[in-house]
């Protein structure tokens, strides 16, 4: 099977390739062509996975194709972007009608889910990546960004945390996945749901936000060095489901929720008084700590005192 027709087999024929909305012009031409309302600007994201590092070199195509445009699409919510499409740079070692036939339909399932439209990218062989380039609008001026967080406002995040992350020995195969536990906390791991909603709704309130991918700790740091303030956050406040507290014990899921990675829920900053309404609409927020003046990131025990902590997240340089 040459390269156009892998591409006009898979791709370009799933439901999430036709052009509509903003999307004037999709697959098919040497240039997608989008078009934006008055006022709104363009969000773009890119992310890369590579077989071995974000995913084991075999797992559940379905799935990988769901998780790699869910983790590239929670870019979007992050900066309150409604999202348009993207495009796939896909490059692999056979071209495995089986495998493909699987990774498309959990690409075009979770596109469908995010309102997401396919709109161009390339095929390639080679060791076994993905790279997906997401396109979403904002308002002009509205865009959620990591640099207005202000001493004196709240630290929240979205939900709980450290759910994919207490995956990970099962993802690995270092733990068993026959228990109704460890279901349930794959989910979280193959399937995140980008909190576009979220995003969205806190347009206009929140002072700095992004999306948790490479741990609580490391990317909040992101925000306190964009707002030259001091993140404190509260070991207490940091929510952690039932599940994970079952499955890993309050120690192991207290880490994960700190340092794992792949969480993709929204951390922002948000004025105390902006808290009350969002929370009347359903939103779920928790709060985990505040804003006050200085520089990096702190963890604190009942009593207000700094914890000292390892290794906040994941980082691929770090030696």
């Not at 099977?1 to 509509?20: D, S």
């Not at 903003?22 to 031409?29: R, S, T």
């Not at 490479?214 to 303030?229: N, Q």
């Amino acid at each position: 099977m040459g390269e156009f027709e892998l591409i006009r087999r898979y791709f370009a024929a799933a439901a999430c390739a036709r052009a509509g909305g903003e999307v004037a012009l999709g697959i098919g031409d040497d240039c997608a062509l989008l078009v934006l309302p008055a006022g709104e600007q363009l969000a773009v994201s890119t992310d890369t996975l590579v077989a071995g590092v974000h995913f084991p070199d075999s797992c559940d195509p379905y799935l990988l194709g769901q998780r790699a445009l869910a983790v590239s699409t929670s870019d979007l919510a992050g900066m309150g972007a409604t999202p348009i499409g993207f495009t796939l740079a896909l490059t692999l070692p056979t071209a495995d009608s089986s495998w493909l036939c699987e990774f498309a339909r959990g690409l075009d399932a979770m596109a469908a889910g995010c309102s997401m439209r396919l709109i161009g990218g390339d095929t390639t062989r080679g060791p076994l990546s993905m790279t997906l380039t997401v396109f979403g609008r904002v308002p002009a001026g509205q865009a959620l960004l990591r640099s207005g967080a202000q001493p004196g406002d709240l630290l929240c995040v979205g939900g709980a945390l450290g759910d994919a992350a207490g995956a990970l020995p099962i993802v690995l195969g270092e733990r068993e996945s026959d228990t109704v536990e460890a279901a349930a906390l794959l989910r979280r791991y193959w399937t995140p749901q980008p909190q576009l909603a979220l995003g969205r709704a806190l347009r206009g309130k929140a002072t700095a936000a992004l999306d948790i991918s490479d741990g609580l700790l490391a990317d909040c740091a992101h925000i306190a060095a964009a707002s030259r303030v001091s993140l404190c956050i509260e070991q207490s406040s940091v929510p952690l489901s039932k599940v994970l507290l079952g499955f890993a014990g309050a120690e192991q899921a207290l880490q994960c929720g700190l340092t794992g990675g792949d969480d993709y829920l929204l951390a922002f900053t948000l004025p105390a008084e902006a808290l009350p309404a969002l929370l009347d609409e359903g939103w779920p927020i928790h709060v985990i700590g505040h804003v006050t003046s200085g520089e990096g990131v702190q963890l604190l025990d009942a009593g207000g005192n700094a914890i000292g902590v390892g290794p906040r997240g994941y980082n691929h340089f770090e030696s």
